[in-house]
DNA sequence: CTTGCCTGCCC
DNA sequence: ATTCTGC
DNA sequence: GCAGAATGGGCAGGCAAG
């Protein structure tokens, strides 16, 4: 499959703001598509080369990639810049330099860019690492804009620096792929009537690895991707309220108050095979808090189980909760670990359990998952490992008070949780 | 060796 | 994280 | 109400340059 034809796809796509239009253009293209190819051309139009957890990052944003414009167009940074101007962004301008002086016109000789070719490159420059990589990867990124249509320039470009702005993005996807390959022919329903695919992406958001499964085998292929200890579960998020009647619309009388912790947020997944941490966006975070991990393996051995914690670095001493700039000096962290460890020293606040020892608990209502839960944490005993603090609510007007409390104990607010019929952990979705 | 740009990811 | 837009 | 894009503050690491 030729590149350009994924680009003039996406031209499309961003010719309509009509989200059933774009689902069908993304139909078409995926009923197109060699099923080979599927998961490259996913992972292609959601901006990445795999899934968020293994950490691919292609290391050249606005900057280098504009050097590696420059370099191809052979014009210069001034030049481009003002280009960007005019343009709008990046890749309009990286097209607009191509179309009137590009690398086309050496071209006689080359074959146009594969899907194939663009994946491989990207991934090649996201792989290359030390002294001179900078370079290698600006090297790299020219070469394959050297071969480049400005169309296809475009979207290269805009893929690199993350910005693509089709107007689409993983919802939209996940919709076509249902359509285009759980739905007979022809056929129409009322849209996110079913969301299968969306339902698995949910508890394994590797869109490319669910789209080569289902383009290859249909709805069979979508067998083998439960929920499963070491791969993230999509968060669940809050939105924000302002008052008490809208919490009161919103949750109903009778619901479940929750400290907002200052901190960040960590999904642990603890098994036979050891301690998998990841952060809210399913990034993988295990080597950066070690006492989280060694807190894990000694509170819950002989246990397999996906929780959610927020991590909130405290005085020990005190017990004072620290805000959240102290815990972001942890994040990302590799060298002096064991000093940050010392230095920022966390408390892990569970809030919501998601797997235990075979069972689903995702679709069990709230009262049943924290019940679970803080039995879970009665055999943690002791340690940086605390159930957050919960208020059953009779009354949500008394939450007053709770707030209040909150904010005295160094939290940023409360969270109300719905509980009864509906309550279920809603992956991927605001609904706290 | 230190400094500062750049990128990516947390909220 | 928040804010804005279009459907 | 949902999906997507754009935007902000702040931090750490990797690398290039001095």
């Not at 090649?124 to 249509?149: F, H, P, W, Y």
């Not at 069972?359 to 039995?375: D, G, H, N």
């Amino acid at each position: 499959m030729k590149y350009l034809t994924l680009a003039e796809t996406y031209q499309d796509l961003q010719a309509t703001s009509k989200r059933l239009e774009m689902r069908d253009i993304l139909v078409d293209l995926f009923r197109g598509t060699e099923p080979r190819l599927m998961g490259r051309v996913v992972y292609l139009t959601q901006g990445t080369l795999g899934p968020d957890w293994e950490g691919l990052q292609l290391g050249l944003g606005e900057k280098l990639v504009s050097r590696a414009i420059a370099l191809t167009a052979g014009i210069s940074d001034d030049d481009l810049e003002a280009l960007v101007h005019r343009e709008g962004d990046l890749g309009l301008a990286t097209e607009a330099a191509f179309a009137s002086k590009g690398p086309k016109q050496v071209q006689l000789f080359q074959e146009s860019l594969t899907v194939d070719r663009v994946f491989e490159s990207l991934t090649m420059v996201a792989r290359v690492e030390g002294s001179g990589s900078t370079e290698k990867r600006i090297r790299l990124l020219q070469q394959l804009l050297m071969d480049a249509d400005p169309l296809s320039a475009r979207y290269i470009v805009r893929t690199v620096v993350g910005k693509l702005r089709l107007g689409i993005a993983d919802m939209t996807i996940l919709e076509a792929l249902e359509k285009a390959f759980l739905w007979a022919e022809d056929e129409e329903r009322v849209m996110g009537s079913d969301k299968v695919v969306e339902t698995i992406y949910n508890v394994h958001p590797d869109m490319g690895a669910i789209a080569l499964a289902v383009a290859n085998e249909g709805a069979e292929g979508l067998a083998g991707f439960g929920i499963q200890v070491g791969v993230p579960v999509r968060s669940m998020l809050a939105e924000r309220l302002g008052s008490t009647p809208e919490i009161l619309e919103k949750m109903g009388d009778r619901c479940a108050f929750e400290y907002k912790y200052d901190g960040m947020r960590i999904q642990a997944h603890v098994g036979l095979e050891g301690v998998h941490l990841f952060s809210r966006r399913m990034e993988t975070i295990t080597s950066q808090f070690p006492d989280v991990v060694q807190a894990m393996e000694s509170a819950f051995a002989d246990v397999e189980a996906i929780m959610e914690f927020e991590a909130v670095v405290h005085n020990p001493e005190t017990g004072e909760l620290l805000p959240f700039q102290e815990v972001s000096h942890r994040r990302g962290r590799v060298h002096g670990l064991a000093e940050s460890v010392e230095d920022y020293p966390l408390v892990l606040f569970a809030f919501d359990l998601l797997y235990l020892d075979g069972e689903e608990l995702l679709l069990q209502e709230f009262q049943l998952r924290r019940e679970a839960l803080e039995s879970l944490l009665g055999k943690a005993g002791e340690g940086p490992i605390r159930p957050s603090t919960l208020r059953w609510v009779e009354d949500p007007e008394g939450g007053d008070d709770f707030f209040l409390e909150a904010i005295a104990a160094g939290c940023e607010g409360i969270i109300a949780k719905a509980i009864g019929e509906g309550s279920h952990y809603r992956a991927g979705a605001r609904g706290w």
